[in-house]
Nanobody, 124 residues
Framework: QVQLVESGGGLVQAGGSLRLSCEASGRTFRHYAMAWFRQAPGKEREFVAS????????YYADSVTGRFTISRDNAKSTGYLQMNSLKPEDTAIYYC?????????????????WGQGTQVTVSA
């Protein structure tokens, strides 16, 4: 069992930046790939980015490529999502997820473990 707790959300103006954190409990985090998803009001949850346990390919949704960066620190059991050049359409609840060994599995929209989410609001 892995528990995930996101933090770092908030209100920011368009063009600004935020850094989300996802702290995981349990020693197994370092063995799993992890991902970030988001869900805007009235929309389905969508994949944002995923990263392997160590090394390998990183994946981004087209809508965030070049603006968002996913990373992780396994020694701290923490994942991050650096979000730059934020747009009003990035407004959503952001969730971290883990439990798959392959980062590509998250593109199905599913995950064994989820955090509770953190709100990101970007004003125009």
């Amino acid at each position: 069992q892995v528990q995930l707790v996101e933090s770092g959300g908030g209100l920011v103006q368009a063009g600004g930046s935020l850094r989300l954190s996802c702290e995981a409990s349990g020693r197994t985090f370092r063995h799993y790939a992890m991902a970030w998803f988001r869900q805007a009001p009235g929309k389905e949850r969508e994949f944002v980015a995923s990263i392997p346990a160590s090394g390998g390919n990183i994946y981004y949704a087209d809508s965030v490529t070049g603006r968002f960066t996913i990373s992780r620190d396994n020694a701290k059991s923490t994942g991050y999502l650096q979000m730059n050049s934020l747009k009003p359409e990035d407004t959503a609840i952001y969730y971290c997820a883990t439990g798959f060994y392959s980062p590509t599995n998250y593109r199905t929209g599913t995950s064994p473990y989820w955090g509770q989410g953190t709100q990101v609001t970007v004003s125009a």
